[in-house]
């Protein structure tokens, strides 16, 4: 059985940073790509960063850029989501998000996301 188990989130100041982790259990971690989207009240789904653990292939949304860095470690099956100099308009609900990788090379935001986390929240207070 897939899991995706988040951790991390809260309230922080605007400015400040968080760190979201997500543990991957249930397949075999570097055929996978995972991400981070975010869902903001009244908002559009967004997916804002994602990477591809067997090769380190990451996208951002342009919203998150340079702000947000995302990262594995696979002897662990845990990918992070460094945010810093986070704004109030970054507040949302986060999902990590898992698919199995294609037989053919494809950025991994091209991805269809199979499998979702529960979700954390992220509120950004000025």
């Known amino acids: 059985e897939v899991q995706l188990v988040q951790s991390g989130g809260g309230l922080v100041q605007a400015g400040g940073s968080l760190r979201l982790s997500c543990v991957a259990s249930?397949?075999?971690?570097?055929?996978?790509?995972i991400g981070w989207s975010r869902q903001a009240p009244e908002k559009e789904r967004e997916g804002v960063s994602c990477?591809?653990?067997?090769?380190?292939?990451?996208y951002y949304a342009d919203s998150v850029k340079g702000r947000f860095t995302i990262s594995s470690d696979n002897a662990k099956n845990t990918v992070y989501l460094q945010m810093n100099s986070l704004k109030p308009e970054d507040t949302a609900a986060y999902y990590c998000?898992?698919?199995?990788?294609?037989?053919?090379?494809?950025?991994?935001?091209?991805?269809?996301?199979?499998?979702w986390g529960l979700g954390t929240l992220v509120t950004v207070v000025l």
């Open positions: 249930g397949f075999t971690f570097d055929d996978y790509v």
């Open positions: 998000t898992a698919a199995h990788r294609s037989s053919l090379p494809k950025p991994c935001n091209d991805y269809d996301m199979d499998y």
């Open positions: 990477i591809t653990s067997g090769d380190g292939n990451t």
